[in-house]
């Protein structure tokens, strides 16, 4: 067993995960899944200015996913969306404190989760200034 190899923030934010739940009314949302072992993450965004104003995520994972999702929505909250695009999972490693070798996978979730919630707004902004234009 690779158990109990998680630093403390992990198993904090595992325990008392941050902007954790459903949002209402999102302007984005991303929903990303890992093939090696089922588990999903989904992302919702609320952007104002093009920056994250609120966010929140719904993780049906691992721990290691969870402790990411926690700390992504964290890093991110504030942040312009190309600011947010940057953020990589080894950021989100690094600000864990590390995550045993065989869970960093995990926390692929957590940057991609982020990128597709930020496609998703930004393909909605798109739909809306095509609905705008006139069609036959
Ligand atoms: Fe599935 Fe960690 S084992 S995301």
């Known amino acids: 067993g690779g158990e109990a190899m998680y630093t403390e923030k992990v198993m904090e934010l595992f325990m008392n995960p941050k902007n954790a739940g459903r949002m209402e009314d999102p302007d984005g949302v991303g929903e990303v899944g890992n093939p090696r072992c089922g588990d999903i993450m989904k992302i919702y965004i609320k952007v104002k200015d093009d920056r994250i104003a609120d966010i929140s995520f719904e993780t049906f994972g691992c721990a290691s996913a969870i402790a ?29 404190g590390g995550l045993p070798p065989q869970k960093v996978h995990c926390s692929l979730l957590a940057e ?13 902004q798109k739909a809306k200034s095509g609905a705008a234009a006139p069609k036959s």
Request: charged content about 25%; proline content about 0%.
């Open 68 to 96: 990411s999702s926690s700390m992504v929505t964290e890093m991110v909250k504030g942040l312009t969306l190309d600011e947010a695009l940057a953020i990589s999972n080894k950021d989100v490693v690094n600000a864990l």
């Open 112 to 124: 991609e989760g982020i990128q597709a919630a930020i496609e998703d707004y930004r393909a909605k």
